[in-house]
């Protein structure tokens, strides 16, 4: 199995709405990230997780809140989000256990949201 | 700091033709893994070709091949026999080995095949 799976792929949200992207992968990779893409330009790095702890957080505003429950599973909490938010927001992994460091990225499809 | 660099906002190519995509990026590292990925459109990015700075040798992946130049901080893809599927948007992108979870990307070159 080399799927990361996205869910939802769409999703509509205004901006007082709460809602959360969910991430899963069962490659046993023991990094994960979310990226935001806007059309046409490169995914934008947002957060890493390594070994189930926060360890990069690239300055993204507290209305993106990540959750990693555990080492399949990675979640993007909104809150109060605005119309510029709106984006491709990608979830990728990387790097099984035990394995040589490659740096590969293994991405999901994207949630595509939208905010009113 | 480190940058990737792609010159080639838009590219086209024959079907069954060559074409070759460009990247430069900057580092002061030596010990480091260059990479093309590709996203076809409302599809998901995949790796296409990996490069080890430590190995001269390039990397080649079927019609997929590099030009590694070390030392001119390049690193080209050539596509061979394009074919319609090839059509995409192709990043090039850079990690230092120490910090494989920071990947950081070009700007990408959009490429279209031409049936």
């Known amino acids: 199995d080399t799927e990361v799976t996205q869910t939802p792929k769409h999703l509509v949200m205004g901006m007082t709405n709460k809602k959360s992207l969910k991430c899963e992968q069962h490659?046993?990779?023991?990094?994960m990230y979310w990226y935001k893409q806007k059309a046409k330009k490169p995914p934008e790095l947002m957060f890493v997780?390594?070994?189930?702890?926060?360890?990069i957080n690239e300055s993204v505003p507290s209305r993106f809140s990540p959750e990693c429950p555990n080492s399949s599973l990675l979640n993007l909490h909104l809150h109060a989000l605005q119309p510029e938010d709106s984006a491709l927001y990608l979830c990728?992994?990387?790097?099984?256990?035990?394995?040589?460091?490659?740096?590969?990225?293994?991405f999901g499809e994207g949630s595509r949201l939208t905010v009113l | 700091a480190q940058t990737v660099t792609q010159s080639q906002p838009e590219m086209s190519v024959q079907e069954a033709e060559t074409v070759t995509l460009s990247c430069t990026y900057d580092?002061?590292?030596?010990?480091?893994?260059l990479f093309w990925y590709k996203q076809p459109p409302s599809r998901q990015m995949i790796l296409v070709i990996r490069?080890?700075?430590?190995?001269?040798q390039n990397a080649t992946e079927n019609r997929f091949s590099v030009n590694f130049q070390k030392a001119a901080k390049s690193f080209s893809l050539k596509i061979s026999d394009s074919q319609l599927g090839d059509a995409a948007m192709y990043f090039c992108?850079?990690?230092?080995?120490?910090?494989?979870?920071?990947?950081?990307f070009g700007p990408g070159t959009s490429l279209s095949v031409i049936p």
């Open positions: 990728a992994s990387s790097q099984g256990l035990g394995r040589e460091i490659t740096g590969e990225l293994f």
């Open positions: 580092t002061s590292e030596s010990d480091y893994y």
């Open positions: 997780y390594s070994y189930e702890k926060l360890s």
């Open positions: 490659m046993g990779h023991r990094a």
């Open positions: 992108a850079y990690c230092r080995k120490t910090s494989y979870d920071k990947v950081i």
């Open positions: 490069q080890e700075a430590y190995k001269q």
